[in-house]
């Protein structure tokens, strides 16, 4: 596709996409840092987020800001929109998408997305639904390792932590497997392994990936240790399952240790303890490098989306 208009999933993108994509990334950096732009100016964008938000919600307003545009926002939509008095999704979308041009929109439901889209005449951001997916996070991944490592293609990287519940590692297996011969190494603890059908997709698309248990083994191997937090969220009474999974898997000085010089930690944020912050100040870290990159790449995307 060479046009955007939703963007509900990563498998929707492709290489030729993404290039255009970051290319614009990287005169974004040019116009924060040195130029400011009004391009979005009498444009509005609606964040409409059931989900709690730092990252997202901030530097999708900020990069509205940026480009000279307006935002209406709900940051607490479950209980301060009129989903609290039984709105539909769907009637809610079609009201606010009467205000704005674009709706930026994160869930605790997966599918919900392509369900607000269905209904909107103007684009659906998917900002994070439920354990499916968050497309605009890994496309500000994938902006990282190329910046960070210089390439897309021949990337091996270890992801990291709970893979199950993670709809970041998700969406980034998508787009990896759009770039030449990655090598995915997947190291988890036992109750929140990759699901399945992530798995058949990479083979279906003869990506290479294997399940490992021991961290200090793949992490020599890789260019990017991806760690994600135990959703705490998403267990709900399997309290149990939690405690055996948290704590499994720490990035610490030890592991670094054994990583390449030339490689990176990323995390998609926030962290709890799965990151020791003695690590923050080691180059290779590259969380908080990744969290700003965001800012980019999301204007870059209201750039294209909204035709400027
Ligand atoms: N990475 C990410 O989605 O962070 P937030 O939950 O803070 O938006």
Do not use: W
């Amino acid at each position: 596709m060479s046009r955007l208009f939703h963007v509900v999933e990563a498998q929707q993108f492709n290489v030729e996409l993404m290039a255009n994509i970051f290319a614009t990334a990287r005169e974004m950096e040019q116009v924060v840092q040195h130029y400011g732009s009004n391009i979005l100016s009498r444009r509005v964008m609606a964040t409409l987020f059931y989900e709690p938000s730092t990252r997202t919600r901030l530097s999708f307003e900020s990069a509205m800001c940026r480009l000279g545009g307006g935002v209406l926002t709900t940051e607490n939509a479950r209980e301060f929109s009129s989903a609290a008095k039984g709105e539909t999704l769907e009637d809610t979308i079609r009201v606010v998408a009467g205000y704005a041009d674009v709706i930026v929109m994160r869930h605790y439901e997966s599918g919900t997305s392509k369900r607000a889209a269905a209904v909107s005449p103007v684009p659906v951001i998917n900002a994070g639904d439920g354990s499916g997916q968050h497309p605009t996070q890994a496309l500000l991944d994938m902006y990282t390792i190329q910046r960070e490592i210089g390439r897309l293609d021949d990337i091996g990287i270890a992801m990291v932590g709970d893979l199950a519940n993670g709809r970041t590692v998700r969406s980034l297996c998508y787009l990896l497997a759009k770039y030449r011969n990655p090598m995915i190494y997947f190291v988890a603890p036992q109750v929140v392994r990759m699901k399945d059908d992530i798995k058949e997709y990479l083979r279906r698309h003869h990506v290479s990936f294997v399940e490992a248990e021991d961290l200090y083994e793949v992490a020599p191997k890789v260019d990017v240790v991806y760690q994600t937090r135990i959703q705490k969220e998403r267990f709900g009474d399997r309290i149990t399952e939690y405690e055996q999974a948290r704590g499994q898997y720490i990035i610490n000085r030890a592991l670094l240790d054994c990583m390449k010089k030339e490689s990176v930690v990323m995390h998609p944020l926030p962290r709890v303890d799965e990151i020791d912050p003695d690590i923050d100040s080691d180059p290779r870290a590259a969380y908080f490098r990744q969290a700003h990159n965001g800012l980019y790449v999301r204007m870059a995307l209201l750039r294209m989306l909204l035709g400027a």
